[in-house]
Structure formats: C-alpha cells, structure tokens
C-alpha cells in the first residue's frame, strides 16, 4: 500500500502541475491516473474484502466523476458519480451500525450548520449565474457529503475502531469535505487565484488519507 500511495502521490503531483499550468491535455491524463492507481492498489492491498468493498467502490465512483468532471457539459454526472461514491463510503463505515453519542450529535450540529451556510452561498451563486436547475442536485450532494464527513469523524470515538486508522480517515474526509466547498465556491459563487489547484491538492491527499485510513483498519480486523 506504501508503494501504492506514493506512486499516487506522484500522479496527483503531475496533475497539480497540470492545473497550475494550465496544460488541460496532461490534466486529462494525470487526473484519472491518480484515481485509477490509488483504485487498483488499493483493491490489490485488500482484496475489497469485508468492508473495504465499500471503499474500493467508492474510489472507483470518484475515479468515474473524474472523468466526467473534466468535461463542463457532464458537470450532473460527475455530481451523480461523486455521490455515489459517498454513500459507497458512508456504508464502509457504518459497518455494523453504531449507536449515536453525544460526540457524533455535537458534530452533526456543527457540520450541519457549516453545511447550510455554505450550500446558502452556493445557492445565491447558482441563482446569480442562471443555473438555478442545480439546486436541488447541489442541495441532494450537500446534504450526502456531510452525512460522509460524519460517519469517519464518528470512527473518532468507535471502540471498533483503531485510532490510527480512524484519524486517517477522519482528516481524509476533512479534506475531501473542504476541497468541495473550494471547488463550488470556486465554480459558482466567486473564483479566487489558484482555487482550482487548492481543490484537487485537497481533494487527492483526502482520497489517499481516506484509503490508507481504511487499509489500517482492515489489517487491525
């Protein structure tokens, strides 16, 4: 798995690259690369046995929104794909379902509270932009990424758990949560310099944590 992320690593450097540079032929190449390689070794390390079926699924869904996201007229599919691959993560890690605690219901207040605030803007953007048909996609995928974001940040406090397998996933759906609100932020309400190249760093290095975060936990099965 080490030789699989830092080959990974290296594909989502190129594809940094490509972006700051403005070179959309590499990033074609680069960006599904990067999915495709943490995608097959991750399959390889596990086998997708157990419940790392759901996040081998999941990465292949992002590895499909990749692909349609490169292209401005598949933007809904890739919205689609993305989050599919949510819920493909957010059944990885609610297996078994877990009881609620006062840590996982403080959370959910503060990420819903943060996930509002940030689809108001986005929802102001669309309007202002002559894209209100998005709404309610942009609304469905809001509300599912912050259910994923939940569910690895509860893994904080599950005794079925190991802590560093938890952390791992939990700053993994940390990053993938704030490289969304990048790109929509970047896309709909108002683009800022290097926005494009702060999401996919985020988005990349989320995909890694959230693999390698999955990987420990099923050695520590």
């Not at 390889?44 to 692909?67: E, I, P, R, Y």
């Amino acid at each position: 798995m080490k030789t699989t992320l830092a080959f990974t690593l290296l594909c989502a450097a190129a594809d940094w690259w490509a972006v700051w540079r403005g070179a959309r032929h590499w990033e074609k190449i680069a960006k599904p690369l990067t999915l495709l390689a943490l995608t097959a070794g991750f399959a390889l390390a596990t086998g997708l046995q157990g419940g790392t079926l759901w996040f081998g699924l999941g990465l292949g869904l992002s590895l499909l929104g990749d692909v349609f996201l490169l292209f401005d007229r598949f933007f809904l599919a890739g919205l689609i794909a993305f989050a599919l691959a949510h819920l493909a993560y957010i059944l990885g890690f609610n297996q078994p379902l877990p009881p609620p605690n006062i840590f996982s219901l403080a959370m959910a207040l503060s990420l819903g509270i943060l996930a509002a605030r940030v689809y108001r803007d986005i929802a102001f953007g669309l309007d202002a932009g002559g894209q209100s048909r998005l709404r309610k996609p942009v609304l469905a995928y809001t509300l599912i990424i912050t259910v994923m974001a939940l569910s690895a940040l509860n893994t904080l406090f599950r005794v079925d758990w190991a802590p560093a397998a938890a952390g791992w996933v939990a700053l993994g759906a940390v990053l993938f949560f704030v490289s969304d609100i990048i790109l929509a932020y970047n896309r709909f309400v108002r683009p800022f310099r290097n926005g494009r190249l702060w999401n996919m760093a985020a988005y990349h290095l989320g995909q890694m944590a959230l693999a390698w975060g999955a990987w420990l936990q099923w050695l520590s099965g």
